[in-house]
C-alpha cells in the first residue's frame, strides 16, 4: 500500500548514497532570476542535458503597466532587471530551450502559463526556481522549489539529490459555505498547524472538499503548500485533472495520451496506504480569512479582532505578536473589518486565474472603488479570456486598473510596490515584511475580499455584498 506520493517518488529514483536520493526530474521552469544558472554553464563549458525539459518564463521582473510593456524591453528603466530580461531571452536562443517570453501570446506567471501549456502533468518530478513551484502538485505529481545551485545541477544532468519528506495527509470533508474559497481554506490550514507545521513533510490535500474544487481551486491550495512550511502538495488526479489537461499544448496526444491516462490512473494513494501524520478540516467551519501579522500563519476570520499578545502564553508567540502588531501599526482588540487600507492588489500565482478574476468581478461590479486596486492577471491567455467575458469593462466601470500579465506587486521586483507604511488588501502568497515594498503592511485574503476592500477602504466581510464567489 502506497501514498500518491511514494508512487511518484519511488518511479523516480536513479540512485541512493546513504540518506540521499538521486532523483530523476520530467520537468524544470525558470524564469528571469536564473541567469545564475547560464553564468555557471558557460563559465564551466558544461550542455543542457535535456533543452526540451527546461521551460522559461517572464514573469517576475517585467513590468504590468500595459504603456510600459507597449514601449519593449529597452524601456525598463532599471538597468539591472532590463539586463535579466534581456539575458533570459539570449541563454534561452542560445540552448533552445523554449521561453514564454515579452510578446508571446503564451507569456505569464509559471505557476499560471505552466499549467495552461500541460506542462504540469501527472505522475511526475517538476522542479521550479521559485519556491512555489508547488502549486503544480494539484496535478498529482511531486513538485517543489530549487535554489540557484540545484537548479544548475538539474540543467546540466536533469537529476537532483534529495532527502526523502515524510508524508502529512490533510482531510477536508464537507461543504463550504457561501463566500468561502480555496484561498480561505489553505489560511485556514495555515493557521491551524502553523508556518512550520509541514516542515519535513510532503502534503496530500485529500477529502470530498478537495476532491470537489477545481483544478484552478486545487491550484491555490497546493500554491501556499510551503507557506506551511511543506516540501510539496500533492492532490490525486481524477477526472477533473484529465478534462482540464486534455488537448493541452504539451499534454500527451492520441495514443499516448491513453497510455499516460492508464498510468495516471494508478497513482491515487491506496486505501490503506499509511501516511506519517493527518491532521483533519471541517470545510463548514471555514469563513472568509485575512491575516493581520507579517506571516501567513497570522490569519483569522474576518469576523475576529486582532488579537491581544498579553492573552498569548505561549512567550516566544506572544513576542512574535508584538513584533508584528508594531510592524503593521495595528492595536490589540480591534475588529479586523476596522483595517483600512491604502490600495488593493488581485494578482499573483495563488490568486490570478480566470476563477478569481470572475470572483472579484463578481464583487467589483457592485460598486466603485475608493482606493487605488489592481487586478493583474496570471497569464496572458487569462487576459484574453477575461476580456472576451468583459471582465475587463467591469474592473473599469468600477475603478480597477486593469494591468497585463505577471508577478506584479507579488514580487515587487518590476517596479510595482508598496511606499513605506502603505497597507495593501493583498491576494498574494506572503504578507512577511516589506514583501510587498520596504515598509509595506499586507493583509493576505480572497479575490473576492479584495475587491469588496477596494469598495469600502477597508477589511470587509465580502457575505455583506451578497455576491456569489
Known amino acids: 500500500m502506497k501514498t500518491l506520493f511514494d508512487k511518484v517518488w519511488d518511479g523516480h529514483v536513479v540512485a541512493q548514497e546513504e540518506d540521499e536520493t538521486l532523483l530523476y526530474v520530467d520537468r524544470c521552469l525558470i524564469h528571469e532570476g536564473s541567469r545564475h544558472t547560464f553564468d555557471t554553464l558557460h563559465e564551466r563549458g558544461l550542455p543542457v542535458a535535456h533543452p526540451e525539459k527546461i521551460f522559461a518564463f517572464s514573469d517576475h521582473y517585467i513590468p504590468t503597466d500595459p504603456q510600459a510593456r507597449a514601449r519593449g524591453v529597452a524601456s525598463i528603466a532599471d538597468a539591472d532587471i532590463r539586463n535579466m530580461v534581456e539575458?533570459?531571452?539570449?541563454?534561452?536562443?542560445?540552448?533552445?530551450?523554449?521561453?514564454?517570453g515579452w510578446g508571446d501570446a503564451r507569456q505569464g506567471i509559471l505557476h499560471v502559463a505552466g499549467p495552461e501549456l500541460g506542462i504540469s502533468q501527472p505522475g511526475i518530478v517538476l522542479v521550479g526556481a521559485d519556491s512555489h513551484t508547488s502549486t503544480h502538485g494539484a496535478?498529482?505529481?511531486?513538485?517543489?522549489?530549487?535554489?540557484?545551485?540545484?537548479?544548475?545541477h538539474v540543467v546540466a544532468t536533469q537529476t537532483i539529490w534529495q532527502r526523502r519528506p515524510g508524508t502529512l495527509r490533510i482531510k477536508i470533508d464537507g461543504a463550504l459555505g457561501f463566500g468561502v474559497t480555496a484561498k480561505d481554506v489553505i489560511l485556514a490550514i495555515i493557521a491551524k498547524i502553523g508556518i512550520g507545521g509541514a516542515i519535513g513533510y510532503a502534503i496530500e490535500y485529500a477529502g470530498s472538499t478537495v476532491k470537489g474544487m477545481s483544478m484552478n481551486e486545487r491550484m491555490t491550495v497546493c500554491n501556499m503548500s510551503i507557506e506551511a512550511g511543506g516540501k510539496a502538495g500533492l492532490i490525486a488526479p481524477d477526472d477533473t485533472t484529465y478534462e482540464f489537461l486534455a488537448g493541452r499544448p504539451f499534454a500527451p496526444k492520441g495514443k499516448a495520451w491513453d497510455e499516460a491516462l492508464r498510468y495516471w490512473r494508478t497513482l491515487p494513494s491506496d486505501p490503506d496506504a499509511k501516511f506519517t501524520k493527518d491532521v483533519a478540516l471541517d470545510a463548514a467551519k471555514v469563513v472568509p480569512m485575512v491575516t493581520w501579522g507579517t506571516n501567513p500563519e497570522q490569519s483569522l476570520p474576518i469576523t475576529e479582532r486582532v488579537p491581544d499578545p498579553a492573552q498569548e502564553p505561549d512567550a516566544e508567540r506572544r513576542t512574535e505578536y508584538n513584533k508584528a502588531l508594531s510592524y503593521m501599526?495595528?492595536?490589540?482588540?480591534?475588529?479586523?473589518?476596522?483595517?483600512?487600507?491604502?490600495?488593493?492588489?488581485?494578482?499573483?500565482?495563488?490568486?490570478?486565474?480566470?476563477?478569481?478574476i470572475r470572483a472579484a468581478?463578481?464583487?467589483?461590479?457592485?460598486?466603485?472603488?475608493?482606493?487605488?486596486?489592481?487586478?493583474?492577471?496570471g497569464s496572458e491567455s487569462v487576459k484574453r479570456q477575461a476580456e472576451a467575458e468583459g471582465l475587463d469593462r467591469i474592473f473599469a466601470d468600477a475603478g480597477f486598473e486593469w494591468r497585463d500579465a505577471g508577478c506584479s506587486l507579488c514580487t515587487a521586483l518590476n517596479?510595482?510596490?508598496?511606499?513605506?507604511?502603505?497597507?495593501?488588501?493583498?491576494?498574494?502568497?506572503?504578507?512577511?515584511?516589506?514583501r510587498q515594498g520596504p515598509g509595506?503592511?499586507?493583509?493576505?485574503?480572497?479575490?473576492?475580499?479584495?475587491?469588496?476592500?477596494?469598495?469600502?477602504?477597508?477589511?470587509?466581510?465580502?457575505?455583506?455584498f451578497g455576491a456569489r464567489k
Open 87 to 100: 539575458l533570459l531571452i539570449r541563454n534561452t536562443d542560445e540552448y533552445k530551450i523554449a521561453r514564454f
Open 139 to 152: 496535478f498529482g505529481n511531486i513538485s517543489f522549489g530549487i535554489g540557484a545551485s540545484e537548479t544548475t
Open 329 to 356: 501599526d495595528l492595536r490589540p482588540g480591534m475588529a479586523l473589518t476596522d483595517i483600512a487600507v491604502d490600495r488593493v492588489f488581485i494578482g499573483s500565482c495563488t490568486n490570478s486565474r480566470i476563477d478569481d
Open 361 to 377: 468581478a463578481a464583487v467589483a461590479k457592485l460598486g466603485r472603488a475608493v482606493v487605488p486596486a489592481w487586478v493583474v492577471p
Open 415 to 434: 517596479g510595482d510596490q508598496l511606499k513605506p507604511g502603505e497597507r495593501c488588501g493583498s491576494t498574494s502568497n506572503r504578507n512577511f515584511q516589506g
Open 440 to 464: 509595506g503592511r499586507t493583509h493576505l485574503m480572497s479575490p473576492a475580499m479584495a475587491a469588496a476592500a477596494a469598495l469600502r477602504g477597508h477589511l470587509v466581510d465580502v457575505r455583506e
